[in-house]
């Protein structure tokens, strides 16, 4: 069991900023309105993530710490995914090489309470005091397995990786407040990304929040999406191409919410720019591909950034042409 941990913490943690992510999506799973990350040395001694989600009973601490436990899906539907988890492996792999403090306090509990977990080795379950919501502190990450450890960047460069990843999967979530904080050295430490909640419609969410992570520029530019096409449904915006950049940085994908990499979105996002940017330029955009689970396996990978459509084409037709239809629209 430790030992099958471990390799699987290989796969689903490969540096601080995938233990960041883990624990983001829990929260959002959790229903959180707030999260709060604070990260010390790059995220190397240090992560710990505040939320104020629904939490977990005192009694499934120690379940939400075992492998393949997971609360989201009764086991029969695996492709019928609603929520960012569903395989139970992020706790217990962080967990099997790390220092993991889960602490929470479930909705209509009156009390908080703790577990400990230290390379995979689970102590007691204590009482604690917390308002409803979880805390999930890791520390040391890797420090069993110094091979790994050694694979790590500097904590600048893991800084950055973490950061990246708390703003791509901020927009998923508008309607939740997110704080990154780099404790390094102790104390409240120093804000490096603040997002707050939005309210309203969807799409103006998405906008405000957009606003936060690339400034008015973005903003003013930003042609609104919104096309369907044999059952798959586009949305977000794409910048003019006055607005595009020197790399790929502005580019968000998610797929039924997830952000993911994928060349297919890529390539299409890219062919409807093609009259209008020269091969060195790359479209600015956050475009949110809804699609029904059978169609798309999103298994390909535990970390699940990547996905595979089963047609690969209808997604692909379906960017172009909404993306060349909104650019037509504005003159282009
Ligand atoms: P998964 O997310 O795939 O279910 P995880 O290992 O990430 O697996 O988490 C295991 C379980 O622990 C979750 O299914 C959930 O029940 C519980 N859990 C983890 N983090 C939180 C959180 N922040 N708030 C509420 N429950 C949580
Ligand atoms: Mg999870």
């Known amino acids: 069991e430790a030992a099958a941990n471990r390799i699987a913490a290989g796969e689903v943690v490969e540096r601080p900023a995938s233990a960041v992510k883990e624990l ?14 604070a990260v010390a040395d790059g995220g190397k001694t240090l ?12 009694g499934e601490l120690g379940l939400a710490l075992s492998r393949h436990a997971t609360s989201k899906i009764d086991g029969t539907n695996l492709l019928d995914i609603r929520s960012f988890g569903f395989r ?7 967990g099997s090489v790390a220092r993991l403090t889960l602490t929470s306090r479930a909705e209509g509990s009156a009390e908080a309470a703790e577990l400990r977990v230290t390379s995979g080795e689970m102590g007691p379950v204590t009482p604690a005091a917390l308002p409803v919501g979880t805390v999930v502190e890791v520390r040391d990450l890797f420090h069993t397995t110094p091979a790994r450890l050694k694979f ?24 939740t407040a997110i704080t990154l904080r780099d404790v390094t050295g102790g104390g409240e430490g120093r ?34 999406i919104d096309a369907e096409r044999d059952g798959l449904r586009l949305t977000g915006y794409a910048a003019l191409p006055t607005y595009s950049r020197g790399s790929s940085v502005q580019q968000f994908l998610f797929v039924n919410g997830r952000p993911v990499q994928d060349k297919v979105l890529t390539g299409a996002l890219r062919a409807a720019y093609s009259d209008f940017l020269s091969r060195d330029r790359y479209p600015a955009a956050a475009l949110f591909l809804d699609i029904a689970p059978e169609r798309v396996d999103v298994n390909v990978h535990p970390a699940k950034s990547e996905v595979r459509f089963r047609e690969p084409g209808i997604a692909r037709g379906l960017i172009v042409s909404a993306l060349m239809h909104a650019l037509a629209g504005a003159g282009h």
């Not at 992560?47 to 005192?58: K, N």
């Not at 139970?88 to 962080?94: F, H, N, T």
């Open 24 to 37: 983001m999506e829990n929260a959002l799973d959790a229903g959180a309105r707030r999260i709060d990350i």
């Open 47 to 58: 992560i710990r993530v505040t939320d104020d989600g629904h939490g977990i009973p005192a």
């Open 88 to 94: 139970g492996e992020a706790l217990p792999s962080i």
């Open 152 to 175: 790590l960047r500097t904590d600048r460069s893991e800084m950055q990786a973490v950061s990246e990843t708390v703003r791509r999967l901020s927009l998923a979530a508008p309607f």
């Open 191 to 224: 804000v490096t990304f603040q997002a707050r909640r939005e309210t309203g419609a969807l799409p103006e969410a998405r906008l405000a929040r957009l606003r936060t992570l690339l400034g008015a520029g973005f903003a003013e530019n930003a042609l609104p």
